[in-house]
């Protein structure tokens, strides 16, 4: 789906202040492309799937549609594309290791059935790529949205309190902690150990993956088999390693307690940490790897703004470009240490103790399209005043025009953000 009108206007009312200088006319038309001008030939093609060509961008991603021996499924980004790739690649492991072993066989048989009823198939993926998505466009609204959406919240309780209490009603908190957990914690420990396996992350999307998994633990209680079976994909590593082993080694209940126990010292009210616990896009593994950041930020003021932001994502694909830029930030505060947290933007901002100031973003392709520059107004509009600097760090790559016009706008501009934090050299602690 393209974007509403909704959307697109604040983008445009924006836009007036957003590129001093640089007509409309001027915007960067983001090229279809072949999937290799993006891809290693490794992620192009291979066993059992296909990059469908042309690759299509929005200003800030590429999108990916990979067709595929158990379905079609598209991809935002080269990040989430890997794990499509490393979950078809999981998937041709356990077809093939079924039709080895008799006590399988039944498990490849149900991998074949849900392929034609559970696959996702892409019948009109232009259309699905025709501007940035509806999350992202909440991701990068700026301070006005996230204001407005709050006092819209607080109306919006004021009118659905219990009479008399100001407290949430307990309908209002006892919904949603129902909903998060009949889709989350019903893991077994045997369904832990394939993913584990499998190096898999449990909460993956891939219905067809999940019921794969859920055949082989029911089989894994009560049939002993012996499988030669090799983990896909290159490793988790940092940040994702220590998140999936938590959620590998630890009952989904048990974590949950000690998310709890960890919230209640990071500095929100317990409404706050009531709805963190139980916002649905923010599954146990993104949950653990946000409580996890926040230890990595101890000693930084307004940590907990990134768990305020972390819960008013919309979409998964904001959860996820959400956890990537924090990503970014957290390898950034291992080599020059962050000061503060920079309140009413989306993107994780920091702020270092001589007050400049650093925008996260885990984009692949960064275009100077209209809906940039209007989120970048957004971003502008939001920081603090009398900034000596700013910096934008990307973990893809800028347009020429867009460099061009961000640098014109006072940004310091990184691009192929891991590599270049990696090559800083480590800074003395910042004073607080």
């Known amino acids: 789906m393209g974007l509403s009108t909704a959307l697109l206007l604040p983008a445009f009312t924006l836009l007036a202040g957003a590129a001093d200088g640089v007509a ?92 034609k009823s559970l696959a996702s198939v892409v019948k009109d993926p232009v259309g699905t790529v025709l501007g940035i998505p509806r999350g992202i466009g909440h991701l990068l609204g700026g301070y006005r949205a996230r204001a407005g959406e709050l006092v819209g919240k607080v109306k919006e309780s004021a009118s659905n309190d219990a009479p008399g209490t100001g407290e949430p009603s307990a309908d209002q908190v006892i919904r949603p902690a129902s909903n998060y957990v009949l889709r989350y914690m019903g893991l077994s420990e045997a369904e832990r150990r394939w993913y584990a396996k499998l190096d898999i992350d449990p909460y993956t999307k891939n219905e067809v993956l999940r019921h794969a998994v859920r055949r082989l633990a029911k089989l894994d209680s009560g049939v002993s088999f012996g499988m030669k079976f090799v983990p896909v994909g290159v490793p988790y590593a940092g ?5 999936l082993d938590a959620i590998y080694k630890e009952h989904p209940a048990v974590l949950r307690k000690k998310r709890r126990e960890a919230l209640a010292n990071f500095g929100l009210t317990p409404a706050e940490a009531e709805r963190f616990e139980n916002t649905l896009q923010l599954d146990p593994t993104r949950q653990e790897a946000l409580v996890n950041a926040m230890g990595a930020l101890e000693r930084v003021e307004g940590r907990e703004e990134l768990l305020r932001t972390a819960m008013s994502v919309t979409s998964e694909v904001e959860a996820e470009v959400f956890l990537r830029s924090t990503r970014l930030l957290l390898r950034m505060h291992a080599r020059r240490p962050v000061a503060r947290l920079v309140a009413g933007i989306r993107l994780p901002c920091a702020q270092y103790a001589d007050r400049r100031v650093a925008v996260f973003g885990a984009f692949d392709a960064v275009s100077w399209t209209a809906e940039v520059a209007g989120y970048e107004g957004a971003i502008l509009e939001a920081l603090p005043p009398d900034i000596p600097a700013r910096e934008l760090w990307i973990s893809g790559t800028i347009s020429p025009r867009a460099r061009a016009v961000l640098e014109q706008r006072g940004w310091e501009v990184h691009t192929q953000a891991l590599d270049a934090i990696e090559a800083l050299q480590v800074s003395v602690p910042a004073l607080r």
Not at 38 to 51: D, E, I, R, Y
Request: charged letters at 35%; aromatic letters at 6%.
């Open 24 to 115: 409309a006319a001027e915007f960067d038309t983001p090229p279809d492309e072949s999937p290799g001008a993006s891809l290693t030939p490794a992620q192009v093609s291979g066993k059992n799937f296909k990059v469908r060509d042309p690759v299509h961008s929005d200003g800030l991603m590429h999108r990916y549609v990979v067709e595929s021996r158990f379905g079609e499924f598209e991809a935002y980004g080269r990040d989430e594309l890997e794990l499509r790739l490393r979950e078809i690649a999981a998937l041709t492991v356990i077809s093939e290791t079924s039709r080895s072993e008799v006590a399988l066989k039944a498990v490849s048989r149900g991998i074949e059935e849900d392929v």
């Open 239 to 243: 940040e994702a390693r220590r998140a």
